[in-house]
């Protein structure tokens, strides 16, 4: 399986937020590797909400990177998240369970106010992150042109 293959056998990876599963802006891929796109997926959460581990992992990272507070999550399979803006008392090394809490949803950075940031990698390259939570609708062709 590649990054770039929409077919590949995904792990299920649990929702990280409580409450209703709503995307505020979408993951849109480049057309480069340098281009403009959102890699990543903004979820709808209120200030202070907490977010769970989606799945097992180890802390890669917690910090500031320019002003966004994020944390970052090296899972098995080569799978790495990345959660902002997020506030934790975790450090790097901590082993994380799926559905633990992790953090709780801060303020700062790109994302809007009431959102949370979830961007995900897979072996370097961004992925959509809905792919691991099998919540990507697929295309559905109808016939073109029927007779009117």
Same mark, same amino acid.
């Given at each position: 399986?590649?990054? @770039?293959?929409?077919? @590949?056998?995904? $792990?299920?990876?649990?929702?990280? +937020? ?14 480069? %590797?340098?281009?403009?796109? *959102? =890699? ?13 581990? $989606? ?6 990272? =917690?910090?500031?990177?320019?002003? =966004?507070?994020? +944390?970052?999550? %090296?899972?098995?399979? @080569?799978?790495? /998240? ?5 506030? /934790?008392?975790?450090? $790097? #090394? ?6 633990? $809490?992790? #953090? ?5 950075? *790109?994302? &809007?106010?009431?959102?949370? *940031?979830? #961007?995900?990698?897979? #072996? ?6 809905? +792919? ?7 295309? &559905? ?6 007779? +009117?």
């Amino acid at each position: 399986m590649s990054a @770039g293959d929409p077919a @590949g056998d995904y $792990p299920r990876w649990a929702w990280p +937020l409580d409450g209703a599963h709503e995307v505020t802006a979408p993951y849109r891929a480049p057309a480069h %590797e340098y281009g403009p796109g *959102h =890699r990543g997926t903004d979820l709808a959460s209120a200030p202070g909400s907490v977010v769970h581990a $989606p799945a097992d992992g180890v802390v890669a990272f =917690r910090g500031f990177v320019v002003d =966004r507070a994020l +944390l970052t999550i %090296e899972h098995p399979g @080569g799978y790495v /998240s990345t959660f902002e803006p997020l506030t /934790s008392d975790l450090s $790097p #090394g901590d082993v994380v369970s799926a559905g633990q $809490p992790i #953090g709780s949803v801060a303020t700062g950075g *790109h994302a &809007v106010e009431g959102t949370l *940031h979830l #961007g995900v990698r897979l #072996g370097g390259a961004y992925i959509n992150p809905m +792919l691991l939570f099998g919540d990507v609708p697929r295309a &559905v062709l109808l016939p073109c042109c029927a007779p +009117l």
